[in-house]
Structure formats: structure tokens, C-alpha cells
């Protein structure tokens, strides 16, 4: 009898703990799906916050937050940029040692036979046969009469014109001996057959004047001494003289009506 009770003890708890792991492994089937829903939920739901993050940008009105740089920006200026040397009646005065390196002959036509006359910084020299290229293109014909001239020839000039117009008046078109552009290579007088192949006031209103005041800094060349700016570069208007100082500087002193002392900020009070 004894035997038989133990028995169906060892039965009922033998029952008790199978229908106990049964409900256990339901209750863990239970939970899985659970979290399973739960975790596939959160990624489907990280998913779609990527895509709306990364379409977010199409839905902006383009230039909201974009800055827009100014078209209208003077160029930086280097102090030590050899094209920006400003010589004139005030500013730096050259000595009679003073001779530009790097001088060559441009490929171009020119109406004076002086070899001296011929000559500019290679850079400028280069630039001007582009330009000329340029203005042969245009059906435009240039000559070139007056580039580098050394402290000794500018003496000689600058005396003669004294001597024939007296100094005040030979001061408004001629520079004293150290104070001219052509002494630092960077200039040429420009001139054509319409004008006889003078350096006149006139040459301004001719075709080939005013074709060279349209596109010479599109070549890094300025008119130098423009009309109603006598009091600030004290010398008469010239419409035939070249100043080469680089097309970015050339662009947008032309573009603002500016002479290079005004440029370069030194302007008398």
C-alpha cells in the first residue's frame, strides 16, 4: 500500500511538472513574439525618421540658408605686388638707378624706331600682344610708340618740353625724371594711323581709342590719366596710355571709374 501511494505521488508531481514546462514555454513564446514585435516596430519606426531626415533638405527653399557671396568684391591688395607700383608727383619717386627687371619686346606693331622705347616688364609685354591680337580681330589697328624709358631719357624729354612750353605747362602732360610710369616698364603709349600716329587728346573720340578704353582691362591694362581726374593724378587726360596692373585689379578699376591712387587708397586731401 505504501508502494502504491508513492507511486501516485511520483505520478501527480511527474504530471505537475510537465504541464508546468508547457505553460513556461508558452509564456516565453508569448514574451518573444512580444519583444519580436516590439523591436521590429522601433526599427521600422528608426527607419522611416532616417528617410524623413534625409528628405528633409528637398522640401527647403533653395538658398534659405545658404549665403551668397557678393559679386561686387575689390580684389586683395598685395603691397608687394610689383604691377600695383604707384609713381607719380608724390609717391614713390624712382632714382636714376632704377631699372625694371625682366624687360622684353613685344610682338606688336609699333610706330617709333627707338629700341629703348620698345621695350616693357615681360608681363606687360605679353599682355599688350594679346591685346593688339584682340583689337586686330575687331578689325581695330594699334601702334605702339612709348614703353619703358630709362631716368637719363625722361631728363632729356621732361628739359626739352620746358624749354618749349615752360615748366607749369610742360608738368600737366610730361613727368620730371623719376616720377614717370614708363621708367617702372609697366607703361605703353598707344597710338594710330586715324590720329597720324600722335599722342593727342583727340584719339579718345576715334574708334580705335574708344575700342582700347572698352577692352584693355579685359588684358590687365587701365587708362592711366582719364578725363576729370587731373586733379588727383596730376596730369592731363590721356587717352593713349597704358598702365599694366593685372586684369582682376584692371576689371574692377574700370568697372568703379577708379586711377590707381585712388585704388590704392593715397589720394591728397
Known amino acids: 500500500m ?52 534625409v528628405s528633409a533638405p528637398e522640401t527647403q527653399t533653395a538658398g534659405e540658408q545658404t549665403e551668397v557671396a557678393p559679386e561686387d568684391v575689390k580684389p586683395a591688395i598685395d603691397p608687394n605686388d610689383p604691377f600695383l607700383l604707384l609713381v607719380n608727383k608724390e609717391v614713390g619717386v624712382l632714382d636714376e638707378t632704377y631699372v625694371p627687371q625682366n624687360l622684353a619686346v613685344p ?83 598707344v597710338t594710330s594711323d586715324s590720329v597720324d600716329n600722335q599722342l593727342v587728346q583727340e584719339y579718345g573720340e576715334t574708334v580705335e581709342g ?4 572698352e577692352h584693355a582691362e579685359e588684358y590687365g591694362f587701365i587708362i592711366r590719366f582719364q578725363l576729370g581726374k587731373e586733379d588727383i593724378t596730376g596730369y592731363m587726360y590721356e587717352p593713349w596710355h597704358l598702365r599694366y ?17 585712388e585704388y590704392l587708397g593715397v589720394t591728397e586731401k
Open 107 to 189: 610682338n606688336v606693331a609699333f610706330s617709333t624706331s627707338v629700341a629703348e622705347r620698345k621695350q616693357m616688364v615681360k608681363e606687360a609685354a605679353d599682355a599688350l600682344e594679346q591685346l593688339f591680337a584682340a583689337a586686330s580681330n575687331d578689325g581695330i589697328t594699334l601702334h605702339a610708340q612709348s614703353g619703358y624709358r630709362s631716368f637719363g631719357t625722361q631728363e632729356y624729354l621732361y628739359d626739352s618740353y620746358v624749354r618749349a612750353n615752360g615748366e607749369e605747362a610742360a608738368s600737366t602732360f610730361s613727368a620730371k625724371p623719376g616720377q614717370s610710369e614708363h621708367q617702372t616698364g609697366l607703361a605703353m603709349d
Open 245 to 261: 596692373v593685372g586684369v582682376e585689379h584692371a576689371k574692377y578699376m574700370t568697372e568703379h571709374g577708379l586711377t590707381l591712387e
Open 210 to 213: 574708344k575700342w582700347l578704353a
Open 2 to 53: 505504501k508502494k502504491i501511494i508513492i507511486g501516485l505521488i511520483l505520478i501527480l508531481v511527474a504530471s505537475s511538472l510537465f504541464f508546468t514546462r508547457e505553460a513556461f514555454s508558452d509564456i516565453l513564446q508569448e514574451s518573444y513574439t512580444s519583444i519580436k514585435e516590439v523591436v521590429v516596430g522601433k526599427i521600422a519606426l528608426s527607419k522611416e525618421n532616417d528617410e524623413e531626415i
